[in-house]
T-cell receptor, first 116, second 114 residues
Framework: GAVVSQHPSRVICKSGTSVKIECRSLDFQATTMFWYRQFPKQSLMLMATSNEGSKATYEQGVEKDKFLINHASLTLSTLTVTSAHPEDSSFYIC????????????FGDGTRLSIL | SQKIEQNSEALNIQEGKTATLTCNYTNYSPAYLQWYRQDPGRGPVFLLLIRENEKEKRKERLKVTFDTTLKQSLFHITASQPADSATYLCALRNRGSTLGRLYFGRGTQLTVWP
């Protein structure tokens, strides 16, 4: 089955640090990748949608200067949380789709971000 | 307003029984609906996809039904096992969405006890 690798799985860092999270599709080309945030016992909240080679589309209320997304190739998208603060602590999950809008999304294993 | 409701936040059943989880939606026009399994601290794992013109899909012990009149999908796990304990998420893709964006419910936490 389709495999999506997300790295790192856990980050603990000081307030003010910028953190980069990588999302790779290992055995398929992902024309579209999605970045989500999930709070305990809550649903996945879509932050942004990225297409290879173009700018990401951010959901309302998500600061694009705070959460930088780069989708430079068909197998890699990165999310950088810039100048992270304690309120940015959360579980971040990426997903990738093979394209066409009719393929299931396959998820990475998430990154637990803790800002001290 | 748009809503996706998974009616039970938690469901506890005995091993061997059939678990039935419900997903109801309001003010969406799904092209398809998906079910995912999520374990604590992990990303969701895709289970089944059912399209708007399909009534039922099966995969091993799993069965999904989709009723666009009732605006409801049911997810069944037959002969349930303790290893089936997890949170199950339903998600739908709205017709006309070119990027394949999914809308998720909050999930139902299933516990199967021996």
């Amino acid at each position: 089955g389709a495999v999506v690798s997300q790295h790192p799985s856990r980050v603990i860092c000081k307030s003010g640090t910028s953190v980069k999270i990588e999302c790779r599709s290992l055995d398929f080309q992902a024309t579209t990748m999605f970045w989500y945030r999930q709070f305990p016992k809550q649903s996945l909240m879509l932050m942004a949608t990225s297409n290879e080679g173009s700018k990401a589309t951010y959901e309302q209320g998500v600061e694009k200067d705070k959460f930088l997304i780069n989708h430079a190739s068909l197998t890699l998208s990165t999310l950088t949380v810039t100048s992270a603060h304690p309120e940015d602590s959360s579980f971040y999950i990426c997903s990738a789709s093979g394209g066409g809008g009719n393929q299931p999304q396959h998820f990475g294993d998430g990154t637990r971000l803790s800002i001290l | 307003s748009q809503k996706i409701e998974q009616n039970s936040e938690a469901l506890n059943i005995q091993e061997g029984k059939t678990a039935t989880l419900t997903c109801n939606y309001t003010n969406y026009s799904p092209a398809y609906l998906q079910w995912y399994r999520q374990d604590p601290g992990r990303g969701p794992v895709f289970l089944l996809l059912i399209r708007e013109n399909e009534k039922e899909k099966r995969k091993e012990r799993l069965k999904v039904t989709f009723d666009t009149t009732l605006k409801q999908s049911l997810f069944h796990i037959t002969a349930s096992q303790p290893a089936d304990s997890a949170t199950y998420l339903c998600a739908l893709r709205n017709r006309g969405s070119t990027l394949g964006r999914l809308y998720f419910g909050r999930g139902t936490q299933l516990t199967v006890w021996p």
